[in-house]
């Protein structure tokens, strides 16, 4: 999406950038017209469980992304990384 924003206002964008955003679109359509893919049975999903701890996953990553920089600057970083690696 950031690729795609920065070709539209005609900024520039780095090769790699580029490669990277091929590889996964790519990836992508591989993954969606997958013809071999199995359905799921409904009746063996536990999504009430997958959508809590994706949601608790995105508060706990956006509380670190806007309380990085303060953490940061009160500790060492290998200490905040190895804090953040411990406990996500």
Known sequence: MIVLYSLLRGLDV????????????????????????????????????????????????ALYYTHNKKIVSQMPPLLAISIVMTFS
Not at 31 to 40: E, F, G, P, S, Y
């Open 14 to 61: 780095h090769k790699y950038e580029m490669f990277g955003t091929g590889i996964s679109f790519i990836g992508c359509l591989i993954t969606v017209l997958d013809v071999n893919a199995k359905k799921v049975d409904p009746s063996q999903q536990n999504i009430l469980l997958g959508d809590i701890i994706g949601f608790f996953g995105g508060v706990s990553s």
